[in-house]
């Protein structure tokens, strides 16, 4: 595959998050696998390192206009740092690499459908948590373990398969953190997964399953579509392209899941 086509990518994928807000890993991974044809492993590993380097702008400007709450991020890292590093023994124990791109198969696929999920529901499913009268309280007293308990979740499945830094974890943070302002919790979710992507991209990257190569050229492509894609989600309807994306994915989702089992 020539540069130009990881560039394309990168540039689509790139586009779609910035329009959308929609996580990158659950674009980028699944197309390397389903239309590049790059192993699992190393579509994984590389697209950590791109999804951390591309996000860490946001992360910078989030800093400067002080919206930014490590306090939130720390409490995520407790939990998904230990998490990431016991996934990446385990990856790099499992002897098969049939094996290990099964198990990467699965968990993205998985993963990915999941994403989908919140985010076509993700109004109707903060108006459930809201609904009973002692979830507050409750929340706000089991907060801290919930947040690393979330931190173990996300830090173990993005390991494995990319996803879930982004759209998986604003929702664990808007159900926990129901009072603080959105900004600040997509402030916290982006931080949170620019270094959990890069702390496992550079995990992949020891076991051999980064492609140096091609994340020059996603990025290549990706920076600018970001740009393209904020001045186009300022014209469009950003919940209906969240929509088709959202449907979009759970189709990929689906071919990931068949291409596992068969």
């Known amino acids: 595959m020539t540069g130009l086509g990881f560039s394309l990518a990168g540039l689509l994928v790139g586009t779609a998050v910035g329009a959308t807000g929609v996580g990158g890993g659950s674009l980028m991974t699944p197309i390397l696998i389903l239309f590049y044809g790059i192993s699992p492993a ?16 946001g ?12 306090y939130i991020v720390g409490r995520l890292l407790m939990g998904s740092v230990p ?22 198969k699965l968990t ?21 948590f809201k609904a009973p009268p002692g ?7 089991h907060q801290l373990t919930g947040t690393v308990l979330s931190g173990v979740l996300i830090g173990a ?33 982006l931080a949170h997964a620019v270094v959990i992507t890069g702390i496992a991209g550079l995990g992949h990257a020891r076991m051999g399953t980064v492609d ?36 979009l994915l759970v189709l990929v989702g689906a071919m990931t899941l068949y291409k596992a089992l068969v």
């Not at 696929?109 to 109707?124: E, S």
């Not at 979830?135 to 007293?141: E, H, I, M, T, Y």
């Open 42 to 57: 190393v579509a994984v590993g590389t697209d950590l390192l791109y999804a951390s380097i591309s996000k860490s702008w």
């Open 59 to 70: 992360v910078y400007l989030h800093q400067r206009r002080g919206t930014l709450d490590w």
């Open 83 to 104: 998490a990431a590093l016991l996934t990446l023994v385990l990856m790099d124990n499992i002897g098969s690499s049939a094996e290990l791109d099964r198990m990467i």
């Open 108 to 128: 993205l696929a998985v993963a990915v459908i999941v994403t989908a999920t919140f985010t076509l529901l993700q109004d109707l499913l903060l108006r459930y």
């Open 135 to 141: 979830l507050p309280a409750f929340l706000l007293r």
């Open 157 to 189: 499945v993005v390991t494995i398969s990319s996803v879930g830094a982004g759209v998986i974890g604003m929702m664990m943070l808007m159900i926990l953190y129901r009072q603080h302002p959105p900004i600040r919790l997509v402030a916290a979710d």
């Open 212 to 247: 140096l190569h091609m994340l020059v050229f996603l990025l290549i492509g990706a920076l600018p579509g970001i740009w393209i894609g904020s001045r186009i989600g300022f014209r469009l309807d950003a919940q209906k392209l969240k929509r088709v994306i959202s449907i």
